[in-house]
Each structure stands twice: as structure tokens, then as C-alpha cells.
Nanobody, 125 residues
Framework: QVQLVESGGGLVQPGGSLRLSCVVS????????MGWFRQAPGKDREFVAA??????????ADSMKGRAKITRDNTNNANAVYLQMNSLKPEDTAVYYC????????????????WGQGTQVTVSS
């Protein structure tokens, strides 16, 4: 059973930064593409960022380009993916989910096989 555990959410002022973390266990981490999605109240879950298995490719939603960076640590001691978010805006407020995919479509939530429980990010003054 693959488990994903997110951390790092919280309350931040507009213009601030947060770093989300997601630790993966239960399957060879290198075999999985990783993504971050978010869901605001009353809205559909939407793609935020993704990273390929060997970290050779990174992909971002237009709303996050230039403000976010996704990275991963494939070493056995880490098995983690990170999302650094800067210049946060109130519209970034949402529950952020880490997801893992055995497939090849980074942008669609239905291609992800495993999900974390989510971490709340609130951007407010």
C-alpha cells in the first residue's frame, strides 16, 4: 500500500512563502511521477505542479509559473517531493494534495493512483 503524507501548510500573509513536503512510502519512489493539486471550497480540484520520475521534467499550472518550484529527493532516506511557493496570493488558499502516478499524464487528476490526505494553505492578512 502506497502512503503519502503531506506537511508544511499553514497561514501566511499575502506575498509570503510556504514549502510543502510529501513523504512517500510503500513503493519504489523512483517509479512514480509526482504531482501537487489543490482544491478550494466550492471548486474542483486543480493541477498545480508535477515532476517526472527522474526529475528531468517539471510542469506548472499557468497560475503558478514563476511563483512555485517542485523538486524531489529520490534518495532512500527521503523519498519526498516538495513544493516551494512564493509571492502567495489570497486566491492560492486551498487544501493542497500530494499525488503519485504510475502513468504518464502529469496534468490530469484521474491519472494519479495515490493521494495524500491534504494540507491546508491559507493566505490572508
Amino acid at each position: 500500500q502506497v502512503q503519502l503524507v503531506e506537511s508544511g501548510g499553514g497561514l501566511v500573509q499575502p506575498g509570503g512563502s510556504l514549502r510543502l513536503s510529501c513523504v512517500v512510502s510503500g513503493r519504489t519512489f523512483r517509479s512514480l511521477s509526482m504531482g501537487w493539486f489543490r482544491q478550494a471550497p466550492g471548486k474542483d480540484r486543480e493541477f498545480v505542479a508535477a515532476i517526472s520520475r527522474a526529475a528531468t521534467g517539471t510542469y506548472y499550472a499557468d497560475s503558478m509559473k514563476g511563483r512555485a518550484k517542485i523538486t524531489r529527493d529520490n534518495t532512500n532516506n527521503a523519498n519526498a517531493v516538495y513544493l516551494q511557493m512564493n509571492s502567495l496570493k489570497p486566491e492560492d488558499t486551498a487544501v493542497y494534495y500530494c499525488a503519485a502516478s504510475a502513468g504518464w499524464d502529469y496534468f490530469v487528476n484521474t491519472s494519479y493512483n495515490y493521494w495524500g490526505q491534504g494540507t491546508q494553505v491559507t493566505v490572508s492578512s
